[in-house]
């Protein structure tokens, strides 16, 4: 039943290959995230802050792109943790899947893009709604199991946070997917190791994390999620024929010293000083 | 009307290629011809229904027609956030299918009722709700269905229930007049539709005649296919589940809008989980719901207006 592995035999993105152009994308993104954050008095700049390079990197090796966008046969990205929204637009941003002018206005009334993700005709990129956590990976293997039944080799991208798998609905999916040896699907969480009041270790240990992805039948790769090149080679390597989850290492508000792995930047917004730092 | 649905399905199935099936696990007995006939394109989720519901999703954003099946609580309350965010919010035309409308399985226990199912489903955005009363319906509702770009919830009962026959023409359309009567309107839906039109051949027999209204697709309610059927006699409500039920706040809202010049009682289960066994039909006697309490109800419903309208006089 399992089909060959769909990464198996792609051609490298050529963004994929470009280090350095990434490195600045990623520096932009940045500056975005801190910008809307201030400007929109958003919260969650912490867990946008992490997800940048991830994002990037996902972003890098798919063939989402302004002429594929509205197309049912591509790959697909789902930011599974819906609340790192500022850091999904301005990643979307830097590949021309969202207008500028949107990002400018974020969270003014009358705009499409929601403070949590929201399917909008704004931005045929999006290609799921999240917000509330634990659905992006069911909804992601649903779109891995579409492909199989299409024969089509597209692949499938999923990023999560760690404190969403608490959820008990991530290892239905997980067990699922696991099961069928979906293959096109890659999970990618954001381990940065803080939840939304304490660290993940204080309030319900993920760990042995690995061991638990693998022990459903993933393929686990772990990582500096921070680490573009890492990040990229990790998502093009060879299709092991089952799904894979990269367990990427992550800093909580990286970029903005002051915040840096602490709690309360899940909750408060930039400040006028951390424009001038970024 | 289990085995109704899954035969729909499978004639679809055959002509086509977009129908995915979707289990929870369930259909022993029901679905194997199903399976046959979908090959890879039926797919046993396992006992995860939340999962299922997403993916679900996912399938009718990629071009799929996917049905989703389990028991009606299961379909429902278990995963409602997945149905909320995922289906409804996403506007995925996924097809949901409950079995065990209202108090089918009775002696299985409370935990397999469905009672408040369709006013959960109801309270959603897009959402159609089916409740159909027969067979006859359960075709002529899956028809009107069949392309609407919404998604839909089938609230299956297992009994087959009583024959009669009306076209549905679409959603906004479904409510028919089952049996003609003009002193009192048993408006009805699902199940309790055959046992308003029992109620309906009792009362017969005294010399009352008892319209029947079906409504098979209660969200959106049909509001002027069944305002049209209102004759300006008394109307009782007859759903199994609770009170706030898509039926007897559509009637309500109908006889609001004409100003509310019909006396009206609404029939619904009490909302208790009983604590001792009952079967299906047990259950429903227990909770008024059952053609003698319908057709006591319309007799006290007459009984009242005569008396208001003479003292109206007086």
């Known amino acids: ?278 | 009307m289990r085995k109704r649905i899954i035969e729909l399905i499978e004639a679809d199935a055959s002509v086509d290629p977009r129908i995915v099936f979707l289990t929870g696990d369930l259909g022993f007995s029901f679905v194997e011809p199903l399976e046959q006939a979908l090959g890879e394109r039926f797919v046993n989720m396992g006992v995860a229904e939340a999962n299922m519901v997403s993916v679900a999703a996912s399938l009718a954003a990629s071009g799929f027609r996917p049905f989703a099946y389990s028991i009606a609580p299961f379909m429902t309350a278990r995963c409602l956030e997945q149905i909320r965010n995922d289906i409804c919010y996403q506007r995925r035309a996924v097809r949901l299918i409950g079995v065990g409308a209202g108090f089918s399985y009775g002696t299985l226990g409370p935990s397999h009722h469905a009672l408040e199912d369709a006013t959960i489903m109801a309270a959603l955005p897009d959402l159609v709700v089916a409740n159909p009363g027969n067979a006859a319906e359960l075709d002529r509702c899956y028809a009107a269905l069949l392309d609407d770009p919404r998604p839909a919830y089938f609230r299956i009962a297992r009994e087959s229930g009583a024959s009669y026959g009306a076209p549905i023409f679409s959603p906004q359309t479904a409510a028919f007049a089952a049996r003609r009567g003009g002193d009192v309107t048993l408006a009805a839906s699902g199940g309790s539709v055959t046992q308003c039109l029992a109620a309906a051949e009792a009362l017969a027999g005294e010399g009352i005649e008892a319209a029947v209204v079906s409504v098979p697709i209660v969200q959106p309610f049909p509001m002027e296919a069944f305002a049209a059927l209102l004759t300006g006699a008394p109307v009782v409500s007859v759903f199994e589940g609770y009170r706030g039920n898509p039926l007897s706040v559509g009637v309500m809202e109908a006889l609001l809008a004409r100003g509310m010049g019909e006396a009206f009682v609404d029939l619904t289960a009490p909302q208790a989980f009983p604590s001792l066994v009952g079967d299906t039909e047990t259950l429903r006697r227990r909770a008024g719901l059952d053609p003698a309490a319908i057709a006591a109800q319309a007799r006290a419903l007459i009984a009242g207006c005569g008396a208001r309208k003479i003292g109206a006089r007086a």
């Open chain 1, 1 to 278: 039943m399992a089909r060959a592995g769909s990464a198996r035999g792609r051609k490298h993105s050529p963004l994929s290959q470009d280090g350095a152009a990434a490195a600045a994308r990623c520096a932009a993104a940045r500056r975005r995230v801190i910008s809307m954050s201030y400007s929109a008095n958003s919260a969650h700049l912490g867990s946008s802050l992490g997800v940048v390079e991830i994002l990037d990197a996902v972003l890098a090796v798919s063939d989402l792109r302004p002429a594929t966008a509205r197309a049912t046969e591509r790959d697909r990205v789902i930011l599974s943790k819906g609340h790192a929204a500022m850091a999904y637009y301005a990643a979307l941003e830097q590949y021309g899947l969202v207008a500028p002018s949107l990002l400018d206005a974020y969270l003014q009334n009358g705009t499409p893009l929601w403070g949590h993700v929201g399917l909008t005709e704004a931005v045929p990129a999006i290609d799921a709604t999240s917000g509330s956590l634990g659905h992006g990976l069911s909804l992601a293997t649903g779109f891995s199991l579409g492909h199989r039944l299409r024969g089509s080799d597209h692949r499938v991208f999923c990023i999560l946070s760690d404190g969403e798998c608490d959820e008990g609905s991530i290892w239905e999916a997980a067990l699922f997917a696991g099961a069928r040896k979906l293959s096109s699907l890659t999970a990618i969480v954001d381990y940065n190791h803080i939840q939304s009041l304490a660290p993940t270790r204080e309030v319900m240990d993920l760990e042995p994390f690995g061991a638990k992805w693998r022990s459903f039948g993933f393929e686990t790769i772990e990582l500096d999620g921070h680490d573009w090149a890492a990040l990229v080679a990790a998502l093009e390597r060879p299709s092991r024929g089952r799904p894979r989850v990269i367990l990427a290492h992550t800093v909580k508000g990286k970029g903005v010293a002051r915040i840096e792995n602490t709690v309360a930047s899940h909750y408060k917004p930039a400040l006028a000083a951390d424009l001038e730092l970024a």
